[in-house]
């Protein structure tokens, strides 16, 4: 049902709640388009890998299976195909997760010990220099917020300068009126200008033969975006092509009336 402009026009009651139901359904409307192009697109991401598997499983069962080079081609690529489909479950299953969850685990949490936990994990998962500067916050600052989130936020931002730069990576974490704030740079590869504004979109990678080396998905921002939403915060990507980018991230500091 749809109140058409004879109503809406006329400025009385029934014109305004046709127009406030007419703005609802645009909204529903808009959140089935997304809806739909996300399976859409999840599922064109899924085929893919498995398409290859099955032409090399076929392969290796026609004739492949007798030659060492073939089969040791085909096992590779099916071991790596295999790998990649996982990731993208794994990273859908998290997407979904948000979707599903309205409340998160919120509960008062220190956030300068989990940086630090964080940044020397990967350090050493990676085996990698992250410098880790903190200034004008307290070991004892707090946030109302999902410690698991906030670490894998972290994970994915770090993750992805690991992936992108070579260079040692600056960690910062200060306090900006009320805000923690966390900046991750790197010196690495950057993004061309006209990729910036497409980062966060799920699925959204900006060079397919580099990023399948590096074994991107495209939803790593998406996610991370999630969360910083979830905390009722805001993150930016900024980057030059070929000298680096910097996530900044605002995180609102727990207040005294919130419990
Ligand atoms: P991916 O899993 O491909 O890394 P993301 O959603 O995390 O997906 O990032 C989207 C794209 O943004 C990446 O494919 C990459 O092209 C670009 N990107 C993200 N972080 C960086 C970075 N630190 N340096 C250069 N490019 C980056």
């Given at each position: 049902l749809m109140l058409g402009p004879k109503y809406t026009s006329r400025g009385d009651e029934i014109?305004?709640?046709?127009?406030?139901?007419?703005?609802?359904?645009?909204?529903?409307q808009e959140h089935d388009r997304k809806q739909r192009q996300f399976v859409a697109d999840a599922s064109h991401e899924l085929r893919t890998p498995l398409t290859v598997i099955e032409s090399y499983t076929s392969m290796?069962?026609?004739w492949g299976g007798n030659d060492p080079a073939i089969r040791r081609e085909a096992l590779d690529a099916i071991h790596s195909e295999t790998r990649r489909l996982k990731s993208l479950i794994e990273s859908l299953l998290k997407l979904a997760e948000f979707e599903r969850e309205e409340q998160?685990?919120?509960?008062e949490m220190a956030l300068v010990p989990l940086v630090r936990e964080t940044?020397?994990?990967?350090?050493?998962?990676?085996?990698?220099?992250?410098?880790?500067?903190?200034?004008?916050?307290?070991?004892?600052?707090?946030?109302?917020?999902?410690?698991?989130k906030i670490k894998q936020l972290l994970i994915i931002i770090l993750d992805n300068a690991i992936k992108y730069s070579v260079k040692p990576i600056d960690v910062t974490l200060a306090d900006v009126s009320g805000f923690a704030e966390l900046k991750i740079a790197d010196q690495g590869v950057g993004v061309a200008e006209e990729d910036l504004p497409h980062v966060f979109e799920r699925f959204y990678r900006v060079d397919q033969t580099r990023n399948r080396e590096t074994g991107?998905?495209?939803?790593?921002?998406a996610i991370?975006?999630?969360?910083?939403?979830?905390?009722?915060?805001?993150?930016?990507?900024?980057?030059?092509?070929?000298?680096?980018?910097?996530?900044?991230?605002?995180?609102?500091?727990?207040?005294?009336?919130?419990?």
């Open positions: 014109g305004r709640l046709g127009h406030t139901f007419n703005e609802m359904i645009t909204h529903l290796l069962q026609r998160a685990m919120m509960e940044t020397e994990q990967m350090e050493q998962a990676f085996n990698r220099d992250i410098r880790l500067t903190v200034s004008g916050v307290s070991e004892r600052q707090r946030l109302l917020a999902d410690a698991k991107g998905t495209g939803l790593g921002l991370a975006r999630q969360i910083v939403d979830l905390h009722h915060g805001t993150i930016r990507f900024d980057s030059k092509a070929g000298q680096g980018s910097t996530v900044t991230i605002l995180l609102p500091w727990k207040t005294q009336s919130e419990h």
